[in-house]
């Protein structure tokens, strides 16, 4: 559904330290397609030299690899009044985002000397600027005792202006770990990432497109004063009523001595028969009960779409996230008496005179326009994100074990127990980042009547989770177990070190089985050896 209208277009492009202004006669075609939490539009102009190509300055800059920021406004030029009031102004649609892909096209003038380039057509794909520096950036680290906004904030570049009230994102964790850089095809980015933890947190992200500042909520934006919009300028109306969930949900803790195994989460929307059952394993009660409460809240119903066709740009402000009603409708429509919240706004529009050479300095430009709008229902609590790839953990890192028992040169173990849970761990330490995590002290792949605990400085392989982690393996002999290859034996070292331990030894000595069995302290041994036909031992204190 198309319609013409004059609209005043400017885009403000900066490149570099240089700034250029295009007016709207100059813009051919654009269309954008805005949400609450981001936007995208694509931006199609011409310029003309009119004597020389020298006169087009934007070329060289434009084809820089320098980053090109840009804001685009949209307004209507007649006939436009804010919040529904006669005699007020309203607020253009303001982008203000990043260039992520840049085109040129060259015309040139084979009638004249030298063929000049005189006229060029540019487009741009211009985004807001989450999604331009968060798509780019795949860190990998780790934070421990650390807030999810302390992550965050330790990931947001300059030009990225973020607020929050998000009240979970304050609550320090044990451990955070990002592992984005990591080699496993997921491709996840660190805006991928944003709208994971959002949607397992039941949080959301808004733009505020007058500022171009985003706000991390737990809440949607109070909106303000509800504007109106006109039976007349209305063309269509839908409503989409989304299916309620149908699965009986259950989030079930497999630890063997749990207290509680089982807990359902109530879905008076359910069919018989069909479920969802959430897997945890975890020691501690809390962990069950805390994922009940967020299934709880992931499964609230999203309430009605209000979808509308534009006949004619409207006369309110188009204000993404703002509230809105409709006026001059029937009284018997479903929409009557309700307010909404618009949260997604498609424009495309192309200019009625596509000739570059038509007007090119105007202020105003007549385009047909395509406009639509979705909008929600004001009291409707659920959240809408883009799609996104779920990051992919865990990955792994290289630690070394940690033990302040002994002096520094005895291999000892150490058991750190939490005050709180009681949970028993090992400390690692992980170089690359210099930050120590916790393990869980068990017997790893070991029979549980083998204990050999890992002790101190032992070289161990992290398997890091989002805010878990687990020794993986073991990579490295203790220092002093390792045989000689032709000895073909094996050797079990224990002790604390080279002078208090205890060696048992099984190698072979012309092929022939041999066992050694050496208790050392200080200067004090006892050994004993067996081979073939002999057994041999020793007392032994030396000077």
Known sequence: ?????????????????????????????????????????????????????????????????????????????????????????????????????????????????????????????????????????????????????????????????????????????????????????????????????????????????????????????????????????????????????????????????????????????????VITECLVTSTLEGTLTDRVTLETKRQQLEGPELRLAFASYPRASLVLNGLYTLGGFSTQAATHGKQYRLHTLELDARAVEPDAAHDPDSTANDYALSLKATLEEAADPTFRRPRFRPPRWPFLAEGRVVSEEGADPERTYQIRQDEETSVESYRVKLPLWDKEVRCPYEPHQQPGHFYFPADKGTRVLVSLDYQHARMDRFLEWRPGARLPKESQGNHLLLGKTDKSETSIQHLYQDSKPMLRIQRTLEKDTQLIEVAEGRMFLRVQEGE
């Open 1 to 273: 559904m198309r319609f013409t209208e004059q609209l005043k277009v400017t885009l403000d492009l900066k490149a570099g330290d240089k700034a250029f202004k295009l007016p709207a006669g100059s813009i051919k075609r654009l269309s954008v397609k805005a949400h609450a939490y981001g936007f995208e539009a694509r931006i199609e102009w011409w310029v003309l030299c009119k004597e020389s190509g020298d006169e087009d300055t934007l070329f060289t800059p434009f084809t820089d690899t320098k980053p090109l920021t840009a804001t685009l406004t949209v307004d209507r030029r007649y006939g436009a009044q804010a919040e529904g009031r006669e005699g007020a102004e309203a607020l253009p649609l303001k982008l203000i985002g990043r260039v992520e892909e840049r085109h040129v096209r060259e015309r040139s003038l084979a009638n004249v000397k030298d063929a000049p380039v005189m006229q060029r057509r540019y487009r741009i794909r211009l985004v807001d600027p989450a999604a331009m520096l968060w798509r780019r950036h795949f860190p990998s680290g780790v934070w421990v005792d650390e807030t999810l906004q302390a992550v965050l904030q330790a990931n947001t570049p300059g030009g990225l202006d973020v607020a929050y009230e998000w009240e979970a994102a304050g609550t320090k964790h044990g451990l955070h770990a990002l592992g984005l850089g990591a080699d496993d095809d997921s491709g996840a980015s660190f805006l991928d990432f944003v709208h994971w933890v959002q949607a397992r947190m039941h949080a959301g992200m808004f733009l505020d497109y007058a500022t171009g500042k985003y706000t991390l909520a737990n809440a949607k934006p109070e909106g303000g004063e509800a504007l109106v919009l006109t039976r007349d300028e209305v063309k269509q109306v839908d409503l989409r009523y989304p299916e309620p969930r149908r699965d009986a949900l259950s989030v079930l803790n497999s630890y063997v001595d749990a207290g509680t195994k089982r807990k359902a989460v109530e879905n008076a929307d359910a069919i018989a028969g």
